[in-house]
């Protein structure tokens, strides 16, 4: 916290991770102070912030009170940071020789989509999980912001689509967008 009572976000424009915590502290109108960091190495620490976030300052709910809702809205947000988010890491590609980097990514969030779009056709509404932002959707924009820096075909996954399209149109997730940070080089702002 800063002296003024204001919470700090370390952050990195183009970390998902930083991102996912942006459109909470967007869509729960909380002012806090930005501290770039040059982040080497996504973590998986948001999740725990926005749960943070949401039992001390309930409003907007973005996990469900109803359980089997809550259980999708886990059962997503855990799949996107765990599951598809950290195979196409910096961490992971530095593993690999440069020219396999690209088919490595894509691959590893096709075969992510794949099975998170088949999720979707049963938790869908306007929202990953029915008519509200839930955590889910917090996840599920900044991974489809990273297929498409990795240049996956959209085309096999409607629902993904037509939910990030959506979301991307509400302010929280406009002001939180990578491209608006303070930390944001010149040729990437909006």
């Known amino acids: 916290m800063t002296e003024s009572g204001k919470p700090i976000l370390y952050s990195y424009f183009r970390s998902s991770c930083s991102w996912r915590v942006r459109i909470a502290l967007a869509l ?5 102070e930005t501290i770039p960091t040059n982040l080497i190495k996504d973590g998986g620490q948001q999740l725990a912030i926005i749960e943070y976030l949401e039992e001390t300052r309930p409003t907007p709910r973005l996990l469900p ?14 799949l996107i940071v765990s599951g598809i988010q950290p195979l196409q890491n910096l961490s992971v590609l530095k593993q690999l020789r440069q020219e396999n980097n690209l088919p490595w990514a894509q691959k590893a969030i096709s075969s992510g989509f794949q099975a998170l779009e088949q999720i979707l056709q049963g938790t869908a509404g306007k929202y990953c ?11 599920l924009v ?34 939180s967008h990578p491209c608006r940070q303070p930390d944001t080089p010149p040729e990437l702002r909006a």
């Open 28 to 32: 729960k109108n909380i002012d806090y």
């Open 65 to 78: 009170q109803d359980p089997k809702k809550r259980a999708y809205v886990h059962m997503i947000s855990n």
């Open 129 to 139: 999980v029915g008519d509200e932002v839930t955590m889910a959707d917090l996840c």
């Open 142 to 175: 900044p991974q489809v912001a990273n297929a498409e820096r990795f240049e996956v075909d959209l085309t096999p996954y409607p629902a993904i689509s037509r939910i990030n399209k959506t979301l991307l149109a509400l302010e929280a997730f406009q002001v």
